[in-house]
Each structure stands twice: as C-alpha cells, then as structure tokens.
C-alpha cells in the first residue's frame, strides 16, 4: 500500500498561494522559505527505499518540452511518479508541433484530456505565462527561453542552504554567459528575496544591458569578482541563444573566465562550487573541479532537483479542483 508522505500533513494552503509556478518573480521571501523547507522532507524521503506517497494519486502530470532537457524533464517525471501521478513526457520531436501546430493549439488539446498538472519548457520567453492563462490546470515553468527557470534557483537554494546553513549574508558569484541565461536570472532574483549578495562575472558581451538594476554587482575580471565569495556558480555558454560570436573562442574563453583552481584561490577556502548542467568541460570549468566533491556541490544539485519538484508538486497538489485536505489525494 502506497503511505501517505509526511509532507501531506503539514500542508498548509495559505503557504502557497499561487495556481502555477511561472517564475521567482512575484514570490514573497516566506512562499520561497515553505518551499525549501518542504524540499528538505522530500530530501529524506527520497533517501529511504519505499520513496513514493500517494499525494497526487489519481492525478495526471504531463511533461511538455519543446527544448531539450535531462535533469530537469527526468526530475519532473520521477518526482511526479514518486508522488504517485500518472505521468506522460511529450516533446515538440514526434508531436503535431512538428506539423505545424502551435503552442495554444497544443495546449488547447492537452488541456481537453484533462491533466492536472503541465510542466512546460518552451524557447521562447514569455510562452510558458501564455499558455498558462489558456489551461485549466496548474502549469510549472521548466525554463522559457532566457527567462526563468524557477525549479533551478529554488534547488540551487535548498543545495545552498544545506552547505552554508543560511542564504541571507552570502556572497554569491554567478560567472558565464549571464544575457542567455534563465538560471541566472531566476537564480538573482531567489538570491535577492533571500538576503544574499550577487556578483556577476562575464565578458561585457555576455552581460545584459541594465545588469547593475537587477540588484547585482557587475564584475568582468573574474579574479576579482570571485574575491571572497562563499558560493561560485558556473554556467554554460548558451550557443542555442547566440546569433553571431559573442567570445572570441573557447579558449581563450577558458583562459579569461574558466573557473580552475588558481581563479578559485581568490574566493573564501570552503568557496563552494555549482553548476546547472549540462557542463561544458575545459570551457566553463574545469574538469577536475567539477568532479571534486570537497568543492563541488553539481551532484548534490541535482539530488535536490527531484525533492524541490515534488515539494513544488506538493505544494501546488494544495490548489488542484477536488483536493481533500489530510486525504493523502
Ligand atoms: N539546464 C539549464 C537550463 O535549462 C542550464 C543550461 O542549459 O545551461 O537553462
């Protein structure tokens, strides 16, 4: 028999009172504080042999990516299957998108089989809040373009916090390609609501016009920037996203903002290292950072990856028609 979790127990729907997770933005510090907390239930749940519970049971989850993905679709998937969903993966491959359908029409569809919940990745920035105003049921954002990505800064959080044992008072350097990026995005504004400091570190070419309004400090030595910093996160160069060179190559690239143990040095020593995947090595990072556990945290990301997305599913489980409060739904 399937148990129902601990979590179920101590929802409390005043503490997420949202429908959808679009974004960070227009979350308060507390909405983000029961999220992580929740998170951390799951964490131990997820630890222990029978990790299911029956929170969204009779429910139907459907994973629709128009972008390629690996940790975040598979997180998605298991996370729903944990929590005792039906759950269905649709990519734009193999799909009526491919015949020229569009995104609404897509939705319309879906939205008639009756899911209840959509975890939807789209190119475009701006296509996941559209599509949500045209369903009936709760839609996450698993990353719009160079957006959001709310689930990645939200297990960035919890990956965070259980290292440190606080957000508030870090400084927290993100380095790399800062205009493609949505990770970077969400992850400011998480960072902000919580009480940490950011600094970004990138080329001029790879910062976002305005970049200093974000409530960040904006560095391109990244010598510099990493002076003193509790937390170092790397990212990808988002080529998908580049029209035209934005570096002049790789290596050079690497010589200048490449995180390898000499640039590490100018952070605090127990400078933690993190990554949203998927690394590019000897571009972004080098290779053997990436795999020392001393510093890196990359694995433990995406450990916190599948407990956030059931702590998010839990949490928006709370707002779904027909939910039964302490009814292990
Ligand atoms: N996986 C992250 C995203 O989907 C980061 C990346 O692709 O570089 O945005």
């Given at each position: 028999m399937i148990a129902p979790a601990p979590a179920a127990k101590a929802a409390s729907p005043e503490r997420y009172p949202h429908r959808d997770l679009l974004g960070i933005e227009g979350l308060t510090a507390e909405q983000i504080a029961y999220l992580l907390d929740k998170s951390e239930t799951y964490v131990a749940q997820n630890r222990q042999v029978d990790k299911r519970s029956a929170i969204l049971r009779g429910r139907t989850l459907v994973n629709l990516f128009f972008e390629s993905s690996t940790r975040t679709r598979t997180s998605f998937?298991?996370?729903?299957?944990?929590?005792?969903?039906?759950?269905?993966n649709m990519s734009a491959e193999g799909s009526s998108i491919k015949k020229g359908e569009t995104l609404i029409d897509t939705a319309m569809t879906l939205n008639a089989m009756h899911p209840d919940v959509l975890v939807v990745r789209h190119q475009e920035s701006g296509a996941v809040a559209l599509l949500s105003k045209k369903v009936s049921c709760a839609v996450i954002n698993a990353g719009d373009g160079s957006h959001e990505h709310p689930t990645q800064a939200l297990l960035d959080a919890v990956t965070i916090r259980r290292r440190k044992g606080k957000i508030r008072g870090l400084l927290v350097a993100i380095c790399g390609d800062i205009l493609h990026s949505r990770v970077a995005r969400s992850n400011i504004q998480l960072l902000n609501i919580m009480g940490a400091r950011v600094r970004v570190i990138a080329p001029p070419t790879l910062i976002p016009a305005g970049a200093s309004q974000m409530g960040?400090?904006?560095?391109?030595?990244?010598?510099?920037?990493?002076?003193g910093c509790d937390v170092v996160m790397m990212l990808r160069l988002q080529?998908?996203?580049?029209?035209?060179?934005?570096?002049?190559?790789?290596?050079?690239?690497?010589?200048?903002?490449?995180?390898?143990?000499?640039k590490l040095e100018y952070?605090?020593?127990?400078?933690?290292?993190?990554?949203?995947?998927?690394?590019?090595?000897?571009?972004?990072?080098?290779?053997?950072?990436?795999?020392?556990?001393?510093?890196?945290?990359?694995?433990?990301?995406?450990?916190?990856?599948?407990a956030v997305r059931m702590a998010v599913l839990d949490a928006l489980s709370e707002r779904l028609p027909n939910f039964v409060p302490g009814n292990g739904n």
């Open positions: 998937e298991l996370a729903g299957k944990r929590l005792g969903a039906d759950v269905i960040v400090e904006v560095h391109h030595d990244m010598r510099k920037g990493l002076a080529s998908e996203r580049m029209q035209g060179s934005f570096v002049p190559s790789v290596s050079e690239y690497f010589h200048f903002y490449g995180l390898d143990y000499e952070a605090k020593p127990d400078a933690m290292v993190m990554h949203p995947g998927p690394m590019n090595r000897g571009v972004e990072i080098d290779t053997e950072i990436a795999d020392d556990i001393s510093r890196s945290a990359i694995a433990e990301q995406v450990e916190m990856g599948v």
